[in-house]
């Protein structure tokens, strides 16, 4: 018994390792932005997929591409465009006449790591294509379903600021998305080594080499499945979205899927931390990133100039948060 904690500590301790050998790999390309970093890591360890919210230029599909790259996974990039199709991005079915059948071509989708660039500016009917595989990780084409391998995520990009030839994506859709993000502008030091950095005649992502496989990440996934978390830390999540559900500004709260979403996410960033457990400040760091985007203002809340981000801040001064020990 007495040396069950010293295990835990041990493995827990080769993860935070590994995870953050990803993080200074990662930065090599994103400087300056740690934080986003570590979110995006986080959320591919909890099986998750993440959306990148932010205004051109600052560095939204250089951290996708700069997390692939870090990884020895197949990785795919599928460019969303109002004449994009959903046979694009699942995969179609041809007629092979040498063979006399239909042979299945997978389609974009098909990868460890997606890049999902300007998903708003496809079609409500191609959004929907990905529906399926990031909540089920299968894709089912002319009656046949197809598998998709771990570690599968999704790294979607959008810009918030032009809306022009955009479709907007639907609650649905938002909801299958573990975390959303948003990069920010770097602050001046950064952005002084981002112009010393980028201006040599390699690109710093040609530089990048893979420091982890899929089988070190599936590994990762399953000690984040093994980090404690105390029951009454389990009760705040559920009380968190039973307020959020019942707050007079919004008319969609937190779903069961986004409180699952964020002991997932909890927990793996307890394990990047060097921790077995999940303590209070994880949830409430995470809190952001997780639920934000899941919630939908009423009309009334709209017109008040309500801000998700202000409710969300409400929801959690209302709950109480229970002492762990």
Not at 109 to 127: G, H, M, W, Y
């Amino acid at each position: 018994m007495s040396s069950q904690p010293r295990v835990a500590a041990r493995t827990v301790q080769s993860f935070s390792e590994a995870f953050d050998a990803i993080v200074d790999n990662v930065a090599v390309v994103v400087q300056g932005k740690d934080d986003a970093i570590r979110l995006a890591l986080i959320c591919l360890v909890a099986e998750g997929h993440l959306l990148i919210e932010d205004v051109p230029g600052v560095g939204k599909t250089s951290l996708a591409k700069a997390v692939a790259a870090s990884l020895d996974c197949s990785w795919g990039r599928i460019q969303f465009t109002p004449d994009l199709l959903p046979s694009d991005v699942t995969g179609v079915s041809i007629y092979n006449r040498a063979t006399g059948a239909f042979e299945f071509r997978p389609g974009g989708i098909f990868a460890n790591l997606v890049l999902a660039d300007e998903i708003n500016r496809a079609s409500p009917k191609t959004q929907s294509a990905l529906l399926e595989a990031m909540e089920e990780h299968q894709v089912t084409v002319d009656g046949t379903t197809y598998s998709l391998a771990p570690p599968f995520m999704v790294i979607a990009t959008q810009n918030p600021v032009e809306h022009e030839g955009t479709y907007p994506l639907p609650e649905s859709q938002l909801d299958r998305f573990l975390m959303r993000i948003a990069m920010g502008y770097p602050a001046r030091a950064a952005e002084i080594a981002i112009l010393d950095t980028h201006a040599r005649a390699a690109p710093p992502m040609d530089r990048l080499s893979p420091v982890a496989t899929a089988a070190n990440v599936a590994a990762m996934v399953a000690m984040a499945h093994a980090v404690h978390v105390n029951p009454s830390l389990k009760g705040y999540i559920v009380d968190l979205a039973a307020a959020s559900r019942h707050h007079p500004s919004l008319a969609l709260g937190v779903s069961p899927r986004a409180a699952l979403g964020l002991l997932r996410a909890a927990r793996a960033r307890a394990a990047s931390l060097g921790r077995e457990y999940v303590v209070p400040d994880d949830l409430k760091v995470l809190a952001g990133p997780v639920l934000e985007h899941r919630l939908a203002l009423t009309p009334d809340a709209q017109l008040r100039g309500v801000t998700r981000a202000g409710v969300l801040r409400e929801v959690l001064g209302s709950v109480a948060v229970p002492a762990v020990r």
